[in-house]
């Protein structure tokens, strides 16, 4: 009975050792493990883009794009319709479906900006918001983490931003009015142009009808009595025609005359101030 529980306590620590060396091992892979595992991917910046209706303006997110090509950003676009997060006491069916075809038609513009700015290496994320503008973009900024600024399209002021949230905010009205002006400059140089070739045809239909009748307009020009008015009235329009094309031609090729400034009225002179004489006390002797 002795021998057999000497030999037990011999197995017994003979497997001491063994177990240590075996439970030494892998415990510094394991720690390797756990050190990778516990560094998170960092999350990148991002720029929030919102715009009021189902489409975001073309002039917003080529101005977002630029900076996030710059800084290395990604591109929020958030669609905020208004009107329909109005809070009812009874929400119907068919504003539930005017939602839906909001979202669609905000997720569709979503996936044509994202497809062209998945070429450049830009990451978008569409979302879509109902109710207050403000409200829906401090709701985004607590939901999507690291936003850095906002850009808003034209038309949405700083102040209806500004009041929920903290961070800058940019908008581009600016850069819009220069668009407008640039259409508007263009719109007019063609029609400036439409109407210089307007009136030139109209000068050369003039000559061709005297030059292809002249039989018949002198036959009228020379009758006499009231017929004697005919050739000052053609010269009035010949006139007219031709000199409302020769300033249009004018002003296409950039001369035009030279304006006279008016000189200023002189302002007029007041007259001199005249010294009255003071009454004087004096003893005559």
Known sequence: M?????????????RQPGSRQQGT???????????DTSRKPEVPRKILVVGRGDTLDEEAIDYAVNLAERLGYDIIGLNV????????????????HLREKFSQ????????IKKKLAQKGIGFEQMVKFGDLGKAVAEVNRQVKRIEFVITQAGIK??????????????????????????????????????????????????????????????????GA????????TVFVFSFVHGAF????????????????????????RPAARKRPRPQLRIDT
Do not use: C
């Open 25 to 35: 091992g892998p415990e510094p892979e394991i720690l390797r493990m756990n050190q």
């Open 226 to 233: 009231w017929y004697a008015a005919l050739p000052v009235a």
């Open 246 to 269: 020769s300033s249009k031609f004018w002003d296409l090729m950039g001369i035009q005359a030279t304006k006279k400034a008016q000189p200023r009225p002189a302002a007029a002179k």
């Open 81 to 96: 319709d208004p009107m329909l997060g109005q809070k009812s006491r009874f929400f119907s069916p068919y504003k539930y």
């Open 105 to 112: 038609r905000a997720q569709a513009v979503g996936a044509e």
């Open 158 to 223: 700083e102040a209806e931003v500004n009041g929920a949230i903290t961070l800058p905010v940019f908008s581009i009205s600016g850069y819009q009015g220069e668009k407008t002006m640039a259409r508007e400059s263009s719109s007019r140089g063609t029609m400036e142009i439409g109407k210089t070739a307007g009136l030139g045809l109209a000068v050369a239909a003039l000559y061709a009808a005297v030059f292809l009748n002249v039989e018949t307009v002198m036959n009228y020009f020379t009758r």
């Open 2 to 14: 002795l021998g057999f529980m000497k030999k037990v306590h011999g197995q017994e620590e003979g």
